[in-house]
């Protein structure tokens, strides 16, 4: 309504009428006097007196019935060409603003669309497309967040109301006990996943880049889950190649490490295996990260590193499908790249790779001495 007052003009536009009455008199006034100046000269006429009057007041006439049909055209050509698409934009702007970012503007086909008001309406669809996306993650974000945090607080909930029963003999009290420590554990896991993958996705993070050994990192992070592959009697096999050096965030990269291995053990079965390899490909290194669990189908596949998203309902418990978005995050905040092999009943195989630091040049001299002595003894 308000975008119809404001551009609801009329097609007569007084400045207008006045700009091309100006403009018209001058130039209509001065090509008559040149005129007739010209044929008085040549054909040697003398004009009377009321006959330059009628001649004046004729040319006068002219001059406001055409600046009339100027300001007329240019009044219809600007309700069309300017103030029709102006408040198409302006009620889709609006809209946008009341929260509807299903509105979009249809084109105008003007005579050049590309550098006209099409150009921004198509620019306006853009951002209201993008807006709608947002909007949807964002619903979807909380909708997730608050289930997630309702589950544990429940479980909680639960247990500490029987924990109030009097009757309770002291192994079921300390059995409830652990179920309400490990749900806030969960919960408190869940909120710190959270914070990092915010402040990773609004670049609050900047990576601290510095020379290291990958192989230790990796085999210092996997011993941290030695409780874990104990109590579920899994086998662990690493290939690590050694003097494999990096130059990146290791804390960073501390996360999708501890990541992987938290899921490779908790979809593995007791008795199962896990394997962890390091090679060099290349300017790159490459790790993997496998498992023979119960695997994963393609469609879910398709969205494996999506927030909270979890292709394996029954290990919903375990985890809060935020792992793996934060393990695709940070590597592309460390210019790395991960991918993932897997087959239903059979395991996965999560694969990352990162570019590999250069050999400093005296290394590199004494490994070439090293190798010849190695092969002429």
Known sequence: MKADSKYGRFLFSLRSYAAFFLLMSFVITCCMLLFLNTLATSMEITYTEREVRL???????NVIFLSLLCTVIDGVRRRFMVERPVRRIVQGAEKLMQGDFSVRIAPCHGIDDRAGFDTIIDYFNRMAEELSGVETLRTDFIANVS???KTPLAVMQNYGTMLQSPDLTEKQRM???KAITGQSRRL???????????????????PAAKRYNLGEQLAGCLLDFESTWEKKNIDIKTDLEEDVFVESDDELLSLVWNNLFSNALKFTEAGGTVSVTLKTEGAYAAVRV????CGISPETGKHIFEKFYQGDTSHAAQGNGLGLALVKRVADIVG???????????GSIFTVKIRRAEVKPCKRILKTI????????
């Open 336 to 346: 790395g790249d991960i991918s993932v092999e897997s087959e239903v009943g059979k």
């Open 188 to 206: 408190a896991d869940l909120i710190t996943n959270i914070l990092k993958l915010n402040r990773l996705e609004n670049q609050q993070i900047y």
């Open 370 to 377: 090293f190798a010849a002595i190695s092969s002429a003894s």
């Open 55 to 61: 001649a004046a007041i004729s040319t006068f006439v």
């Open 175 to 177: 059995e409830y006990a």
């Open 290 to 293: 496998a498992d023979n669990g």
């Open 147 to 149: 289930h997630e945090l």
